[in-house]
């Protein structure tokens, strides 16, 4: 099993967020930690990291395998995700 942290940056735009998408983000986040590329996890092309969709938001995250450490840095709309 891979242990989750969460930036602060991250933590705050989570805490930020519509109650709607609140749960199944938190849901998402707890799921990688059984499978840190569930089914429609992308690799990001100009970054460094991962990313899972949930409705109109993005998890962009890395995953060290030796440490079995999942960091997640936005959690964001897609519109704002990748700026």
Do not use: C, F
């Not at 890395?62 to 997640?72: E, L």
């Amino acid at each position: 099993m891979y242990q989750i942290l969460i930036e602060r940056k991250a933590q705050k735009e989570l805490e930020n967020l519509p109650s709607s998408v609140i749960d199944p983000i938190i849901s998402a986040l707890n799921n990688l930690k059984i499978n840190p590329w569930p089914h429609g996890a992308k690799k990001l092309v100009d970054q460094d990291g991962w990313r899972i969709r949930i409705r109109d938001y993005r998890i962009l995250y890395t995953v060290d395998h030796q440490s079995k450490i999942i960091k997640i840095y936005r959690i964001k709309h897609r519109k704002d995700a990748y700026r």
